[in-house]
T-cell receptor, first 111, second 112 residues
């Protein structure tokens, strides 16, 4: 199954700053998923990437999947306190493999 | 329903007791997953059901843990003889090929 490594493990930024979170896979990714989790809550789906070189944006969050489909990045522009939480990348294999997650990146945005 | 429903939302149990956690997936979703998240940790895969195939139980931490999925819909995760290290949030997710994965809000289990 996939093994996913996220970096950094935690990140503290000042409001208004840009930031990037990375997710690297041990295998070629079939589907790469980004989720956000706030303390004590469930996972909120952000974006799904499937094609090499794909890039998707929603509001101030952009996710990219590299051409080799082994690395994804999540970029937040002009961060706000509402962006704070734990960001998790998940991936499944060739359609029938289970969805596994990285250990998460804890983001703190100071006003 | 519109989303994945988990019950109870919170469960406090005494060490040694058995507990059952329920997951009601999105109608029509063929795949169902259980994960465990301990405080400050990532999501630990427990078990995966896909259609009528045999479940992938490779993540279950011990034989005290079991899960079933009746009629391809509702799933129950059972933990027997609970231990304090079982305290965690248990998350369920369902998916279909075209619609990605949707998570429930989880069950917070506390073993005292």
């Amino acid at each position: 199954s996939q093994e996913l490594e996220q970096s950094p493990q935690s990140l503290i930024v000042q409001e208004g700053k840009n930031l990037t979170i990375n997710c690297t896979s041990s295998k070629t990714l079939y589907g790469l998923y980004w989720y956000k989790q706030k303390y004590g809550e469930g996972l909120i789906f952000l974006m799904m990437l499937q094609k090499g070189g794909e890039e998707k944006s929603h509001e101030k969050i952009t996710a990219k999947l590299d051409e080799k489909k082994q690395q994804s990045s999540l970029h937040i522009t002009a961060s706000q306190p509402s962006h704070a939480g734990i960001y998790l990348c998940g991936a499944d294999g060739s359609g029938s493999e289970k969805l596994v997650f990285g250990k998460g990146t804890k983001l703190t945005v100071n006003p | 329903g519109a989303g994945v429903s988990q019950s109870p939302s919170n469960k406090v149990t005494e060490k040694g007791k058995d507990v059952e956690l329920r997951c009601d997936p999105i109608s029509g979703h063929t795949a169902l997953y259980w994960y465990r998240q301990s405080l400050g940790q990532g999501l630990e895969f427990l078990i995966y059901f896909q259609g009528n195939s045999a479940p992938d139980k490779s993540g279950l931490p011990s034989d005290r843990f079991s899960a079933e999925r009746t009629g391809g819909s509702v799933s129950t995760l059972t933990i027997q003889r609970t231990q304090q290290e079982d305290s965690a949030v248990y998350l369920c997710a369902s998916s279909s090929y075209y619609n990605g994965y949707t998570f429930g809000s989880g069950t917070r289990l506390t073993v005292v």
